[in-house]
């Protein structure tokens, strides 16, 4: 699923030392990954490389066997919104829209997950009610205004827009650092769930090590780059 190899990022050219740099890194398909390691130590970097909103410095950033590194941005652009669901720290979800539009518009802009999200049900709203619904968010709130939501309800928006369309990865960055323990723990179980359904990798990124237990497997990015 992901290969990087000798990746290095400097935001500037002349940076003496580069923000990060990672000799090896691979996640096999269907891996449920704990990203963890405090601020300032790479993982936004790491997430925006994955996800092609940047480019690495030297070496080879490959997911499904496409070199992000090769790309051109409007590429990357295309390869992310065919490939790979986000679930945002802040959810990034669109205040004017009802929770059903923000999940439709999560593959409103790639017909490989379009044609996906039709292979589990009829239409794209009833795919987006399925998903609602298995994350937990009831029937009641699906036409509301997103923003009257409580942040739990709009953290299952943000996971919900994330899957619908069966992406091959997931990112998820620090999604439940509004939540208390009971309900963190509650909520990734959800994920790993709708995980297994939709055959998705997920990458899951956050600097509170007490989730680690709940993950078949933990990367510490500190760890990963001083083994260079």
């Known amino acids: 699923m992901i290969n990087l190899t000798n990746v290095t990022f400097k935001w500037h050219k002349n940076d003496k030392a580069p923000t990060l740099s990672i000799s090896e890194l691979i996640i096999k398909k269907g891996q449920h990954v704990f990203l963890h390691g405090p601020s300032g130590s790479g993982k936004s970097t790491l997430l925006a490389l994955l996800g092609g909103i940047n480019t690495a410095t030297s070496g080879d950033v490959v997911i499904l066997s496409q070199n992000l590194n090769t790309q051109s941005n409007t590429k990357?652009?295309?390869?992310?919104?065919?490939?790979?669901?986000?679930?945002?720290q802040?959810?990034?979800?669109?205040?004017?829209?009802?929770?059903?539009?923000?999940v439709v518009l999560g593959c409103q802009f790639s017909k490989i997950r379009q044609r996906q999200a039709l292979k589990h049900s009829t239409t794209l709203t009833k795919e987006a009610k399925r998903l609602l619904n298995a994350l937990g968010l009831s029937?009641?709130?699906?036409?509301?205004?997103?923003a009257e939501l409580s942040t739990g309800q709009q953290q299952r928006v943000a996971a919900a827009r994330a899957f619908i369309g069966s992406p091959e990865l997931i990112i998820a960055d620090e999604p439940t650092s509004a939540l208390d323990t009971q309900?963190?723990?509650?909520?990734?179980k959800l994920l790993f769930e709708q995980a297994k359904y939709s055959n998705s990798t997920l990458m899951f990124v956050s600097h509170d090590e007490s989730l680690k237990p709940l993950f078949d497997r933990s990367v510490d990015l500190i760890s990963l780059q001083e083994q260079l």
Request: glycine letters at 2%; aromatic letters at 16%.
């Open 76 to 88: 990357r652009d295309a390869f992310r919104a065919d490939h790979i669901g986000t679930i945002f």
């Open 90 to 102: 802040n959810f990034n979800l669109l205040p004017y829209l009802t929770p059903l539009e923000n």
């Open 139 to 146: 029937e009641q709130q699906y036409n509301k205004n997103v």
């Open 183 to 188: 309900n963190r723990e509650s909520f990734i």
